[in-house]
């Protein structure tokens, strides 16, 4: 238990160095990879809670095709690679407010919900679980996935192409 | 064991918030909703595990596939945003403001 809490502080507080280094820093493609890191850090958090197909979809969607995809737009919409000061509102309390807000509002209430309970890791829940289920009590959804990535797929396609 | 799972979800769930409502770029606004998702799936799987069950990664699957699909089709906007107007700041998108 102790190498799992280790573990597990130092991924959070990877994750969320990072994360606050995404939403400051005045860069664009290290946004991109600061955003890299902190999807790395929930594969691993993802392995601790024993998920270990959904961690390696993680870093193969996320980490492999959507900062890809992002660095594409960075590099399409024509960016400065370099510094810039014109990446934010004006105004930068008022989100800062409203998050402080939002972030006493849920430690309050998911501590008062769920402070004294633990998770027992009774069963590992086996990749062929996880099929089972997807392709018998919830394979109707798994078909409206994929029609919703083909028609995001053809979406994408026909908001972008050029005439 | 659980509530220190659901806490880091909620904190990097705020730090999203907070890129979405203080950035102006509208790729960096996009990067702030794909910490949020992030956010709700660690809270997913931890949940699953909590209850001992398979549906909570089943969910965060989908998840992670719908936000792929949201990632391209709004990149392609961002793209038209920026061939329309020559730039991506999201102030300066309110043709709709009444």
């Known amino acids: 238990m102790v190498a799992e809490n280790i573990s597990f502080y130092l991924l959070a507080v990877a994750m969320v160095a990072a994360a606050v280094r995404l939403v400051t820093t005045k860069n664009v493609v290290r946004a991109a990879l600061y955003l890299a890191i902190v999807l790395a850090g929930a594969a691993g958090i993802f392995i601790l809670l024993l998920a270990e197909f959904v961690a390696w979809v993680q870093v193969l969607v996320y980490i492999g095709a959507v900062v890809v995809l992002l660095l594409f737009g960075v590099m399409l919409t024509r960016a400065p690679i370099g510094r810039e000061s014109d990446l934010d509102n004006d105004s930068r309390w008022v989100p800062a407010l409203v998050a402080v807000f939002l972030l006493g509002a849920l430690v309050a209430m998911l501590s008062d919900a769920f402070g004294s309970q633990d998770i027992s890791f009774g069963s590992i829940q086996r990749t062929a679980d996880v099929s089972d289920s997807i392709f018998g009590a919830y394979v109707i959804p798994f078909e409206v996935a994929s029609v919703l990535l083909l028609a995001a797929l053809v979406g994408a396609v026909a908001l972008a192409r050029r005439d | ?98």
């Open chain 2, 1 to 98: 064991m659980l509530n220190q799972f659901l806490m880091l979800a909620a904190v990097i769930f705020c730090i999203g918030v907070y890129g979405v409502l203080a950035r102006k770029n509208a790729v960096l606004v996009l990067m702030s909703i794909e910490l949020m998702l992030n956010a709700v799936n660690i809270n997913l799987i931890a949940f699953g595990a909590f209850r001992d069950n398979v549906i909570g990664q089943v969910f965060a699957l989908f998840v992670i596939a719908i936000a792929a699909a949201e990632v391209g089709v709004g990149l392609a906007i961002v793209l038209l945003i920026f061939r329309n107007r020559a730039n991506i700041d999201l102030d300066q998108a309110d043709l709709m403001k009444g």
